[in-house]
Nanobody
Framework: VQLQASGGGLVQAGGSLRLSCAASGRTFSSYAMGWFRQAPGKEREFVAAIRWSGGYQVYADSVKGRFTISRDIVKNMVYLQMNSLKPEDTAVYYC???????????????WGQGTQVTVSS
């Protein structure tokens, strides 16, 4: 399994970014796909997850209503649309995949490299 995240950058508070994650190496129909983030000096935290089949989603409370996770089954892509960004959203964002059932908030099996998101005040 290979996961390639992209789309990070510098944005002002209140702005938007869309992160992309290209997934390859197998069929993901039974997988959950997730986004995590890690700010400097902090532990990695769960952001959002989606079931590849069915599109069921779950979000961390800190991003609920501002971020939207989605997937494109044809292109094998997972996206994280981030709106109303805040300085506290600044972090390295990672996409991840797991064959575990449900919508896990941790213990993912495959990880992509991170993409930096910086939100200026």
């Amino acid at each position: 399994v290979q996961l390639q995240a992209s789309g990070g950058g510098l944005v002002q508070a209140g702005g938007s970014l869309r992160l992309s994650c290209a997934a390859s190496g197998r069929t993901f129909s039974s997988y959950a796909m997730g986004w995590f983030r890690q700010a400097p000096g902090k532990e990695r935290e769960f952001v959002a997850a989606i079931r590849w089949s069915g599109g069921y989603q779950v979000y961390a409370d800190s991003v609920k209503g501002r971020f939207t996770i989605s997937r494109d089954i044809v292109k094998n892509m997972v996206y994280l649309q981030m709106n109303s960004l805040k300085p506290e959203d600044t972090a390295v964002y990672y996409c991840a995949a797991t064959p575990r059932t449900g919508l896990p908030r941790g213990e993912y099996d495959y990880w992509g490299q991170g993409t930096q998101v910086t939100v200026s005040s």
